[in-house]
């Protein structure tokens, strides 16, 4: 009877680190993401020339280090290390 219990106690461990594994990589991923879209962001500003779009990328600029922000908190209160 221990020893099924011992093995239950590995597996729950085992599915543990899998489900901390897939977390880790989601936040990688999205990262990634955002930092792509503020590469592209700052391109669009950098090449438009009207007041408006220049605005509305700056805008989206922001949104999106808000998201990266939010990111980074999330990722660290999962015990997740990221580096760039």
């Given at each position: 009877m221990n020893a ?23 936040f990688l991923n ?55």
């Amino acid at each position: 009877m221990n020893a099924i219990k011992e093995i239950l106690k590995g597996k729950s461990s085992n599915e543990k680190n899998i489900l901390k594994n897939t977390k880790k990589l989601r936040f990688l991923n999205e990262i990634r993401e955002i930092c792509a879209q503020i590469k592209c962001t700052d391109m669009w500003f950098e090449m438009e020339d009207d007041d408006d779009l220049i605005e509305a990328s700056i805008y989206q600029r922001e949104a999106l280090n808000a998201r990266y922000r939010y990111l980074l908190r999330q990722a660290k209160k999962n015990d997740v290390s990221i580096k760039c």
